[in-house]
């Protein structure tokens, strides 16, 4: 792993976890998905952090936002500890991160593209 990548993924999981906690923190259960605002303020958030993320290293942006999805399912084990839907909660996450990744790649293919038109 190059050290740009390391880079990212070290603030990628710094970035996550601080958010995922908060998340937890603030959710009765500790499950950041039955937060009662999950769709209208958490996921938004989210996607917008994986899209700063995705736009700060586009080297494989697209990881960014699934590693930053993916990042809910330790938490909640940490917080809620480990139980049967656990599974279920990782399946739940991965199905979230996709749109995520898609996010994040979009915004690391708009800085390249701006990148090159600046420079060329």
Do not use: H
């Not at 039955?34 to 994986?50: E, H, Q």
């Amino acid at each position: 792993m190059t050290g740009s990548l390391l880079a990212a993924s070290a603030v990628t999981l710094k970035v996550g976890v601080v958010f995922w906690v908060l998340v937890a923190w603030r959710t009765p259960g500790g499950e950041p998905w039955d937060a009662p605002a999950f769709w209208t303020v958490v996921y938004p958030i989210a996607l917008g952090i994986a899209a700063v993320l995705g736009a700060c290293f586009p080297r494989r942006a697209w990881l960014w936002g699934l590693l930053l999805m993916a990042l809910q399912v330790p938490v909640v084990a940490v917080v809620s500890g480990f139980g049967p839907l656990l599974l279920a909660g990782l399946v739940y996450a991965l199905v979230l991160a996709v749109p995520a990744m898609a996010i994040a790649a979009a915004a690391g293919a708009l800085r390249c593209r701006l990148v090159t038109l600046r420079d060329g």
